[in-house]
């Protein structure tokens, strides 16, 4: 029984060895390629002017209105 599996494993390495893992080069033409690059992934562009000040703002405002809403909820007058 251990030599089959043995045999099975040695097998299945050669397999994977001898397989040509093969690619085509990214055709430009294609409606599917988009440009490759650093910042080209990304929804925003982190060149602009103020972006750090925006960026800030942004993150300020996600992380900050949960506590901001917790808050005033906790502290409306009850009626």
Request: charged share 15%; net charge positive; aromatic share 16%.
């Given at each position: 029984?251990?030599?089959?599996?043995?045999?099975?494993?040695?097998?299945?390495?050669?397999?994977?060895?001898?397989?040509?893992?093969?690619?085509?080069?990214?055709?430009?033409?294609?409606?599917?390629?988009?440009?490759?690059?650093?910042?080209?992934?990304?929804?925003?562009?982190?060149?602009?002017?103020?972006?750090?000040?925006?960026?800030?703002?942004?993150?300020?405002?996600?992380?900050?209105?949960?506590f901001a809403i917790a808050y005033w909820q906790l502290?409306?007058?009850?009626?």
């Amino acid at each position: 029984m251990l030599s089959r599996t043995v045999l099975r494993a040695s097998t299945t390495t050669n397999l994977v060895a001898r397989r040509g893992f093969q690619s085509t080069r990214a055709q430009l033409g294609s409606p599917y390629h988009y440009p490759e690059g650093p910042r080209s992934n990304i929804p925003f562009n982190p060149l602009t002017r103020f972006f750090a000040l925006r960026y800030w703002g942004f993150m300020a405002t996600g992380f900050g209105a949960p506590f901001a809403i917790a808050y005033w909820q906790l502290h409306k007058n009850q009626v």
